[in-house]
């Protein structure tokens, strides 16, 4: 049965070391599960009975291109209009509980496992009507128009009914899980779930133009994070600037997965609309 890691209830006790793995770099952060507490949580408006963990935001130095949360609906909570800025896009994966999605006026019941791609603009509502909490990952993006290319549509689905596709060579010890098609150019991100069977590995370090946030859902690895080899858990975050080198090793002994964020499908912003001024 596929699990979802999730924050912990309470604080550590008194008698705890303070030690752990936290580190904020200028290539990347890793904030670990133990550091995500009740005492770091935001309420956010427009929302009832909810509480999230925020665990990236656009900020010099950190994120550029997206906002993570990690949310938590109480039964009974949810929002009307979830999303402040018409401009933007989301996706919500759940990993506990169950909710109802009104998108376009359509409803869905997801449970863990669920998917959900929002488009920018486009009105929706997420209530929890079970009588237990639900957790769910909220990433939102600034959707960024392609000539020639429409607004995607909505996508509801869940990773169970989905294969995944085995990458090259690897014969599906590396395997990702990928909710919209690679090359679908009305698409400016993709949030996606790769896979890794113990002792899989990424054999070279990646280094590429796309920003990364990764949240590990099970399992454990150690990864190679721009100079640094990282011990990571179920439940901790990564966060990893464009260029970041990365690379990392499964440990076993199940599987070590985790949801990927990644911006693409676009040319690199130069110096904004006109750049050095308009042609002549």
């Known amino acids: 049965m596929t699990t979802y890691a999730a924050p912990r209830d309470g604080l550590p006790p008194q008698t705890a070391l303070h030690t752990g793995r936290a580190i904020f770099t200028t290539a990347y952060a890793v904030i670990p599960r133990?550091?995500?507490?009740?005492?770091?949580?935001?309420?956010?408006p427009g929302w009832a009975r909810t509480r999230a963990?925020?665990?990236?935001?656009?900020?010099?130095?950190?994120?550029?291109?997206?906002?993570?949360?990690?949310?938590?609906?109480?039964?009974?909570?949810?929002?009307?209009?979830p999303e402040p800025d018409a401009g933007v896009e989301g996706v919500v994966f759940v990993t506990e509980g169950r909710l109802r999605l009104t998108l376009d006026g359509a409803a869905h019941d997801l449970a863990p496992g669920g998917y959900a791609f929002v488009p920018p603009g486009m009105a929706w509502a997420l209530h929890n009507a079970g009588d237990r909490p639900a957790r769910?990952?909220?990433?939102?993006?600034?959707?960024?128009?392609?000539?020639?290319w429409p607004v995607p549509a909505p996508v509801v689905t869940n990773?169970?009914?989905?294969?995944?596709?085995?990458?090259?060579g690897t014969k599906g010890v590396w395997a990702t899980t990928r909710f919209?098609?690679?090359?679908?150019l009305s698409h400016d991100m993709q949030v996606n779930i790769v896979t890794f069977q113990p002792g899989g590995s990424i054999p070279f370090e990646e280094t590429h133009?796309?920003?990364?946030?990764?949240?590990?859902?099970?399992?454990?690895?150690?990864?190679?994070?721009?100079s640094d080899w990282v011990e990571v858990e179920?439940?901790?975050?990564?966060?990893?600037?464009?260029?970041?080198?990365?690379?990392?090793?499964?440990?076993?002994p199940g599987p070590f997965?985790?949801?990927?964020?990644?911006?693409?499908?676009r040319h690199a912003r130069l110096r904004g609309p006109g750049g050095f001024g308009a042609a002549r």
């Open 257 to 265: 997965r985790y949801l990927l964020y990644k911006d693409m499908n």
């Open 159 to 168: 990773e169970q009914d989905l294969t995944p596709a085995s990458m090259p």
């Open 180 to 184: 919209v098609s690679n090359d679908n």
């Open 34 to 44: 133990g550091v995500m507490t009740d005492i770091v949580t935001s309420v956010l």
């Open 53 to 81: 963990w925020i665990i990236a935001r656009p900020m010099s130095g950190f994120s550029e291109t997206f906002s993570q949360y990690i949310v938590e609906v109480e039964p009974g909570g949810g929002s009307d209009a």
């Open 209 to 226: 133009v796309m920003e990364h946030g990764l949240y590990v859902l099970e399992g454990k690895a150690v990864y190679k994070l721009n």
């Open 136 to 148: 769910f990952h909220w990433i939102r993006k600034l959707y960024e128009p392609a000539p020639g």
């Open 234 to 252: 179920a439940g901790d975050f990564m966060w990893l600037r464009a260029f970041c080198p990365q690379a990392c090793y499964a440990a076993g």
